[in-house]
Structures are given as structure tokens and as C-alpha cells.
């Protein structure tokens, strides 16, 4: 589905800003891995390039590929912009650059949908998901692309099922030139976390894509010609309805199976999709490698205090286990500098890392999100500080330098090169061999066979020769390149030499502590 034409021929920009470097972001492994600049492409603002009148003229540029140009700016009617919280001041310069050329400016997305006064100076504010404030916004800038006197709000007040989604302008992108490739399934969560978003900019009753959308999807990025090794389904919670993700299953499987298994799928959800062997089983047969779950903190009165009382319904070691026997590694979100925590809680968290595991762990410091019960509690407290200047926006209950300094300790002991393989090899003996294995036909290409050569040389030259762990490097390598685990080699010496370098360089003050801080960060980035 796309807007009906215009009655003016325009033409669009669609500009999406850079991230800074963090955790979540891979930045440190692009130099391993060849031309990849990104680490998933912006699927909002790809739907709404889609979505545009066919008699429209539409260009896109992802910022974190390559800077907007004044020609690129010259050329536009209008400038459409999106992003979230920790993107602001890349949008502000967008915006501006924008304006300097003399072009209207359009911002939807999270964060001005969350915080629209926090962005005066856009000329069109889109708040709300895609729907009839989307069809306005196409039909002011059909009849004048002027820019107003001053700022003009449009919200979303009947929103676009996500049935009628429009395939994102996946012709628009090089997918291979990201990290890893995305889809939406659904939309919203069905629980209230204290510290989550999600609920009041989503809600929590999730909307939901046919499966034959997903599939038209997959199918598009086959048709680029330049698939990205996996694909990620960027839903807030895919077992949010788990009788859709029972139905959205079989067609990936079948869909897999037609094609060979191109891909490897990656999602997040809930940590008590270990109740659900069915659905685990299914996940398996369609090639679901690692589950993302909010486990946050591994003590129970912390969990029930954050509204997050579904972790307390199963034992978490337990449901690990569970998880990682269909193959799935678990990554899992951390937070610190709860109202709960203790001088301990460093300790036991570490020890809860060691027990259960998991490699990969986003430890984050607790920042409060505007639109959530957390804002408006610590809020009500006075405890929200606003100087933009620390880690954080929350005043802790606990010294703030402690608290830092305590985030510091544990990702440096968590991430250190030999403690964060030791992880990630219990995963290669324990859970990867849990893993289908496919007639992976669809993945025996020239571009993942060169892809994978340039892979294997620039960790062993980068890394194994001139890296600064290359001991603890070579301990991990040689015994699975022995045995033949090339694959497996790959995978962990690339995932970690980005957890290690982020984690060497926030234990030096470099990196934020809260991924959403607004505290500007010198960009190490390799």
C-alpha cells in the first residue's frame, strides 16, 4: 500500500542520522568485515520512502554510510527525517542543514513522537506511528512545499494497520553493507515495565503483519541481490502473541526450506518463552540462532519493584538453559543503578554472568525515559537531572560516582578477553550443537565465500598479529580452527573484538555508561 499520487510531482529526501558508538552498535567490527558501515537499516523511515506517491521522486541516505551533501539537500523539495532518543543532536544537524539549504523539514519517529517540544526548529512535527497524520503530512507538502511561519504538529489519531504496511524500500539500501538485516513483525508489548516506552508510544495489545508480508520481505531482500548474513526481527516482543508468532512460524520455515536457508534469524522476546517448547521447536526448524531477553537484574525483589514480575514466574538459570537446549544463545539486557542495588549488587551480578553463561550481556546504567513510570516517579521525586553532562539522568540512591565506577568494574571484569571467551566456548559446546543444520544451499555464494575470506584475514592479521589480546586471542582460535569450527571461530573472535574494544574503552571513560545518555563521547571507533 502507498499514498495516492499528488497532484505536484516533489521531490523527497529522506535522511536518517548517524548513531555514536556504543555497545549495541558493533562499530568496532565494521573493519574487520570489509565495505559494512551500519549495523541494521532504519526500518521506519525505509516504510515511509515506500509509502510516498508513486509520481514522487525519492532518494535516501543513511548518515552512518555516508554524510548528506548541500547538492544532496539542493536537490530535495522536502527533508524527512526520523530517529530515537540518542540520535537528537545528529537530527538537530540535519535539520539545520536543511534549513540552511532553504528546504522543508518533516521529523517523525520514537523520539520526537515521545518529545515533540524537544525539537522546535523542524517545520513539520510527525507524532505517532504511520496513519492519517502521515496522509496530512503528504498532502501539505503536495500543496506547498513553503516552509511555515512557524512549526506545524500533526498526530496520528487512526494509525495504518501494520496488514497495509508497504514493503520497505529495500532498493534504496545496500543490505550488505550492514551488520545484520531486520523486519517487523508486530507492534507493542503486553506487559508495563517500569523503565520501557514501549507501552504508551506502541500500546500494549501488539498489532500485527500477515505472515505472507514477512515473506514478501525476505523475498525482497533476495531480490537485491545482497542479503546480509542474518536477519533480526526488530519486534519490541515477538512472543507479545504467541498464537501469531505459532502462525508466523511455519511460513518462515517453509519459506527457509524453499530458499535454501539464506539466513539465520535472530529476535527479541520475553525470557518466559521457556514455557513454550512448541514455539522454541518451531524457532529451531527456522533457523533462529539467539533470542535478545530483558532479563535486567537477577534479583527477584529488583524485578518485582520494576513491574517486571514475569522474570520471577521461572528460575533464570533454568530458563537459559531451556532456551540454549533449541540452539538459541541468549543475549540479555542488564541494568544498573536500581533503587534495589546494594555496594553487592556488582558481585552478584558478575556471578550470575559466570553461572548462567550467557556471552553477550548490554549492561546498562538505569536512564529514565521520558513517556514511562519511571520519569514520572523519579520525577515526582525531584530526582531527574537535566545537565546533559553525566552518564545518566537519574540521581541514584547511591553515590553517583559509585555507581559509575561500579558499572566501569563489572563491564571490564565481564568483557575481559579470556572471561568473555570462556562464555562464548561453553556456548559453542553446549548450545550451537543444539542447532538445526540446514542444507544451507542459499548461503554458498561468491559474495559470503569472499565475505568470509576477508573475515578470517583481517582477524587473524588485525587480532592475531597486531592485537592487543592476541594471547587470549590465539587460546580461543586455535582449538576450534583444529577442529574444524571456522564458522564458529569467526562468529566469536568478531562479536567479542567488538564487546572487548567497547569494554576497554568505557572502562576508560570513553564510552557512556547509559546508552541513552545525552553526554557526548569521543568517537574511538576503529
Not at 522546535?120 to 492519517?132: A, I, Q, S
Not at 511561519?149 to 532498493?171: G, M, N, W
Not at 559453542?428 to 548461503?443: C, M, S, W, Y
Request: glycine share 6%; aromatic share 10%; hydrophobic share 40%.
Amino acid at each position: 500500500m502507498r499514498a495516492p499520487d499528488g497532484k505536484n510531482r516533489r521531490k523527497i529526501l529522506c535522511v536518517f542520522p548517524k548513531y555514536a558508538p556504543s555497545f549495541g552498535t558493533f562499530e568496532y567490527a565494521y573493519p574487520m568485515m570489509g565495505d559494512v558501515k551500519g549495523f541494521m537499516p532504519p526500518q521506519g523511515i525505509l516504510v515511509i520512502a515506500s509509502y510516498m506517491p508513486a509520481n514522487w521522486e525519492v532518494r535516501f541516505i543513511d548518515e552512518n554510510m555516508r554524510t548528506a551533501t548541500p547538492a544532496d539537500f539542493a536537490w530535495a523539495d522536502a527533508v524527512f527525517m526520523s530517529g530515537m532518543h540518542v540520535q537528537r543532536a545528529q537530527i538537530e544537524s540535519i535539520d539545520a542543514r536543511a534549513h540552511a539549504a532553504g528546504k522543508l523539514t518533516i521529523l517523525g519517529g520514537p523520539s520526537v513522537s515521545g518529545c515533540p517540544e524537544w525539537y522546535p526548529t523542524v517545520d513539520l512535527l510527525h507524532v505517532g506511528e504511520m496513519g492519517d497524520a502521515t496522509d496530512a503530512i503528504i498532502a501539505h507538502i503536495d500543496a506547498s512545499i513553503e516552509r511555515p511561519a512557524q512549526q506545524i504538529r500533526f498526530t496520528t489519531k487512526e494509525r495504518l494497520p501494520l496488514s497495509d504496511f508497504p514493503v520497505p524500500a529495500y532498493d534504496k539500501i545496500k543490505l550488505d553493507k550492514y551488520f545484520i538485516g531486520n523486519v517487523q513483525f508486530s507492534s507493542g508489548c503486553p506487559y508495563n515495565c517500569e523503565f520501557c516506552d514501549i507501552p504508551e508510544l506502541y500500546g500494549n495489545n501488539p498489532r500485527l503483519k500477515h505472515p505472507e508480508q514477512i515473506v514478501a520481505e525476505l523475498d525482497a531482500m533476495v531480490a537485491s541481490g545482497r542479503l546480509p548474513s542474518a536477519v533480526y526481527f526488530v519486534d519490541d516482543n515477538i512472543v507479545g502473541n504467541r498464537k501469531a508468532a505459532l502462525k508466523l512460524l511455519p511460513h518462515l520455515i517453509e519459506w527457509q526450506k524453499r530458499n535454501h536457508y539464506p539466513l539465520q534469524f535472530a529476535c527479541e522476546g520475553t525470557l518466559n518463552i521457556a514455557k513454550s517448547p512448541e514455539l522454541l521447536g518451531m524457532m529451531r526448524e527456522a533457523w533462529f540462532t539467539t533470542i535478545f531477553c530483558g532479563i535486567e537484574t537477577p534479583d527477584p525483589v529488583a524485578l518485582k519493584a520494576m513491574k517486571k514480575d514475569h522474570n520471577n514466574t521461572l528460575d533464570i538459570l533454568e530458563a537459559i538453559k531451556t532456551i540454549n537446549s533449541f540452539g538459541l544463545e541468549v543475549v540479555s539486557g542488564m541494568i544498573m543503578g536500581l533503587d534495589t542495588d546494594t555496594e553487592q549488587t556488582p558481585e552478584h551480578l558478575l556471578h550470575f554472568i559466570n553461572e548462567s553463561q550467557i556471552p553477550m550481556l548490554t549492561i546498562n546504567l538505569l536512564q529514565a525515559l521520558p513517556r514511562t513510570p519511571l520519569w514520572r516517579r523519579l520525577e515526582a521525586e525531584n530526582r531527574i537531572y537535566l545537565g546533559g553532562d553525566r552518564e545518566t539522568n537519574v540521581h541514584y540512591l547511591m553515590p553517583y560516582d559509585d555507581v559509575v565506577a561500579a558499572w566501569r568494574r563489572t563491564v571490564g571484569i565481564a568483557y575481559a578477553p579470556a572471561n568473555l571467551y570462556a562464555r562464548f566456548l561453553y556456548n559453542v559446546e553446549n548450545t550451537f550443537p543444539n542447532r538445526l543444520t540446514p542444507d544451507a544451499k542459499g548461503r554458498a555464494t561468491w559474495a559470503n565465500v569472499k565475505k568470509g575470506v576477508t573475515l578470517l584475514t583481517n582477524l587473524i592479521v588485525k587480532v592475531g598479529i597486531f592485537g592487543s589480546y592476541r594471547k587470549e586471542f590465539w587460546a580461543m582460535a586455535l582449538p576450534l580452527l583444529r577442529r574444524g569450527k571456522v564458522e564458529e571461530f569467526i562468529n566469536v573472535a568478531l562479536v567479542s573484538h567488538h564487546l572487548i574494544t567497547f569494554a576497554r574503552e568505557a572502562v576508560l571513560g570513553r564510552q557512556n555508561a547509559s546508552f541513552y545518555a545525552e553526554k557526548a563521547k569521543e568517537n574511538t571507533a576503529a
